[in-house]
Each structure stands twice: as C-alpha cells, then as structure tokens.
C-alpha cells in the first residue's frame, strides 16, 4: 500500500511512523508546505526547552527509512490537490495541524500593540510568515490573555535573562529585540478561576523559579481552595497547591523592595476577568489597556463557566498578546470541514463520508494536548488505518503511482520539491551558523535563502 501523509508536524510523523513499523510493506510519503520539517516541534516549542525537541531524532530516523518519502515546500490544495493525491495513493492522511489563532471577536483587537500568541510565538522561533512582525516592545506592562502553557512560554519569554536565551535556538532579530525590550511587568489574564488553569505544573514552576523575576500573586484568589481541591485528580492538586504556597509566600526581595531597593521584574495571574475592548491611546493608534468584565463561576472543576457580573475593570499595558488557542483551516473543498469546531469530521480518525482518507493529531481532535498527547492520538489514527487495509475495507489491488504521478503534477506547474538530504543541507548550515555563535543552531527564516542554500 502506498500511504500518503500532510504535515510533517508530530501528528504526521509520528502516523508515519506507526505505519511503517506495523506494516512490513507499506510505503509512505510525507508533504510539507515550507522547505523544513517538523512543525510546531520546530516553531512552537519554546527555545529554552530543547529536550523536548530530542523528539526530531526519532523522525529523522523515520525520514531516513527506505520507505518513507520526504516532500517539502509543497502546498496541498494549491500544488496539488486532496483528489491528486488520492488518485496517487491508496489512503490520505491529513495531519496539517493548526495553521490559525482563535480571534478576542472584541473592538480594538486589530490595534497595533495586539499580537496573537501564534504570531508572537512564530516570530521568536524562526516561522517565515511571522518574521516581519516586528512586534512593539517600548512598554513596561504586557497583557497576555489565556492561561495555558503557550501563554507562559511567552511570559518567560519576555522576562528572561538574555544570557539565558542567547545560549537557545531564539532568532537573532528576536533576540535583538529582547534585549531594547522595556517590558518588566507581565500579567496573565483568565475568564476563569485557578481551579481552571490549563498550564501544567512544570511550565508553571519554571516561571517562579525564573531568575530575576518575581511572582505576584493575590492571596485572596486562593481563599477556600484547598478544600475545594480535595477531590481533584493529583495534577491539578499539586497544581494549585504550587500557586497556592506561591501566593502566601513574602520573598526576600519583597522586603529589599519595601525598603527603596530597586523591584526586579515581576509577573502575576489573575483571574475571573474576560476582555471586553482593547482600548486605544488618545490618538487612537495603539493599544493603552484592555477593558476586562469581571466574571463569576457558574458549576465547577473544567466545566465552570465565566458569567459577566456587569462590573469591569481597566487594565493598563502597551503590548496585548492573545493566547486563547489555535484553529484549524480547511485545507481543500473536497475534504469535510466542520467549520464551527475547526476540525475535520472524523471518527477514530477516519474522515466521514471520504473513504481512504484519515486525519491525525490537531486537525482532528484540535488545538489540544502536547507532543505526548498527538503521539497516541496519530497512533490511533494509523490503527484505524492499517485496521482498514487488513480488513479489506481498503482497496490496494489498483496499483497506484504514489509520488511518481504527483511529481509529474508538480512539474506541469513548476513546483519543485525538497527532500529530506536538501533539509539535511539546511541543517547543517544552521547548525554551523549556530556554532558561531554559542547557539545550538541559527535557524534561517527567509524560504528563498533555504532554497538557496540547496540549489533551488
């Protein structure tokens, strides 16, 4: 069977890789929009967690198998299309991600001073559509509203040492602007309570442990909690006992800070406030604060829901960024989209209504989850997957072309492939780029200078 994958984010690779393991003969193709591999491994871990990045090892391993194919900087649904590849292949997996972010849906969102996390995030880890973002970092006070792991990344992004941050893969123009940045005040802002957070307790102890920044948490958020955390599962315990003993704790520096020394960089969560308007300078062209309605909780645990009291609140700050998810696109009018969840319709990743073709991680599940997550989630996929082809239900007696037909396509319409030794290429130059510089690599961010680079 020839199988043919979209996306070379985990989701696609780790369904690559469960398929070729659990079938001896299967051959399997991977397509990638930009010159490079990886996905969100590559632009959406933070560049202070390199180990969490070790997972490429394994996927280069999978693109270096003599089954697998590697195909970059091709557009599915503009290069070629959904119904080309199923002509070429025996089954389509779709495993393209979240390519967009959520919108506030509030006035003033488009003010300049208001990022979207996935463009922040985008622009300090090399992604080629965010590098001309150029975002404003002249103000002491930042906003970022959501509470989820993506949100702390940017937090400690902001308020990290630069000699923290020049030994990482940041970009070099990122880091240029870390470090004129005058931001020293960082608040993240929840619709909901603590008991509501979705960041996990590694990403939030990095945060306190964070070298000269300091934790402001307000005791009073936490009253009653322990008793209210009781039944709760052992993460979200130890979670919001952390936040907790946070709260409560007087440091050393608070007491140097009371007695006129100089307060050192400082960050704090705060809760039950849902943005109602991004507010505008006097002149009206940028952000000055966002306009919060207070809330209170209706039911509890996960399923708690923000209801506005009618009180509001003014929050002042210069830079906003928004970090309530990613979404989800649909990538061609022959697929399914179910367009008010952002996912393709599937079930156990088998689209609905389009036999022969499946969907992994983001896309089909959406935004949630860490690697680990869309691991077993691509798994599941590839089960169902090799589930159909044992039980008949796909057919592979037609015999089909796989990339032998595409490459035709491409070339009629003067597309040129990148394989996975021309990334190898690109790699090593980043990598040396890097060296030069103290830095595990130097990610170049202009696709043409990729292609350069091997010969395009």
């Known amino acids: 069977p020839r199988v043919c994958v979209v996306g070379s984010g985990p989701a696609g690779f780790y369904t690559a890789q469960h398929i070729l393991k659990h079938h001896g003969g299967a051959l399997v193709d991977i397509y990638e929009k930009l010159?490079?591999?990886?996905?969100?491994?590559?632009?959406?871990?933070?560049?202070?967690?390199?180990?969490?990045?070790?997972?490429?090892?394994?996927?280069?391993?999978?693109?270096?198998?003599?089954?697998?194919?590697?195909?970059?900087?091709?557009?599915?649904?503009?290069?070629?299309?959904v119904p080309e590849l199923q002509q070429a292949y025996h089954a389509v997996v779709l495993s393209y991600g979240a390519e967009d972010n959520r919108v506030l849906g509030i006035p003033g969102e488009n003010l300049p001073g208001v990022y979207s996390a996935r463009a922040f995030v985008g622009w300090y880890n090399g992604l080629p559509e965010n590098q001309d973002l150029k975002p404003d970092l002249s103000c002491e006070t930042a906003l970022?509203?959501?509470?989820?792991?993506?949100?702390?990344?940017?937090?400690?992004?902001?308020?990290?040492?630069?000699?923290?941050?020049?030994?990482?893969?940041?970009?070099?123009?990122?880091?240029?602007?870390?470090?004129?940045?005058?931001?020293?005040?960082?608040?993240?802002?929840?619709?909901?309570?603590?008991?509501?957070?979705?960041?996990?307790?590694?990403?939030?102890?990095?945060?306190?442990?964070?070298?000269?920044?300091?934790?402001?948490?307000?005791?009073?958020?936490?009253k009653g909690l322990e008793s209210a955390v009781k039944d709760a599962s052992r993460p979200r315990k130890r979670l919001t006992e952390l936040m907790i003993k946070t709260a409560l704790e007087k440091p050393v520096e608070m007491q140097a800070a009371a007695a006129g020394a100089a307060a050192p960089r400082e960050w704090g969560l705060k809760f039950q406030r849902s943005p109602q308007e991004v507010l505008p300078s006097a002149d009206g062209r940028r952000a000055r604060g966002v306009r919060m309605a207070l809330t209170r909780l209706e039911g509890s645990g996960d399923s708690a829901k923000a209801i506005p009291t009618g009180d509001v609140e003014e929050l002042e700050c210069g830079l906003v960024l928004s970090s309530i998810g990613y979404r989800s696109l649909p990538l061609d009018p022959a697929v399914p989209f179910d367009s008010q969840r952002g996912v393709i319709p599937n079930s156990s990743g088998r689209v609905e209504g389009v036999p022969g073709l499946y969907c992994s991680g983001w896309v089909k599940r959406g935004p949630t989850g860490v690697i680990i997550t869309t691991m077993n989630d691509s798994f599941d996929t590839a089960q169902s997957l090799l589930e159909d082809l044992q039980g008949g239900v796909l057919d592979i007696s037609p015999s089909r072309e796989g990339f032998g037909l595409?490459?035709?396509?491409?070339?009629?319409?003067?597309?040129?492939?990148?394989?996975?030794?021309?990334?190898?290429?690109?790699?090593?130059a980043e990598v040396a780029r890097g060296k030069a510089a103290g830095k595990p690599r130097e990610k170049i961010v202009d696709p043409a200078e990729m292609l350069r680079i091997i010969g395009h």
């Not at 595409?406 to 090593?428: Q, T, Y």
């Open 144 to 222: 970022i509203l959501g509470h989820g792991n993506v949100a702390l990344d940017i937090a400690r992004i902001l308020l990290s040492p630069l000699q923290l941050l020049r030994k990482t893969d940041i970009t070099d123009s990122s880091l240029a602007a870390l470090a004129c940045s005058k931001v020293k005040r960082v608040w993240l802002v929840g619709r909901r309570g603590p008991l509501q957070v979705a960041f996990t307790i590694k990403e939030l102890r990095e945060m306190i442990n964070l070298p000269g920044a300091r934790a402001v948490l307000d005791p009073a958020d936490f």
């Open 35 to 81: 010159p490079v591999p990886f996905g969100l491994v590559r632009f959406g871990v933070a560049p202070d967690h390199p180990e969490v990045k070790n997972v490429t090892n394994t996927f280069t391993q999978t693109a270096r198998s003599g089954r697998c194919g590697f195909y970059g900087n091709i557009t599915v649904g503009r290069d070629v299309t």
């Open 406 to 428: 595409v490459e035709s396509i491409l070339h009629s319409r003067g597309v040129r492939p990148v394989s996975f030794s021309d990334w190898e290429k690109i790699d090593a």
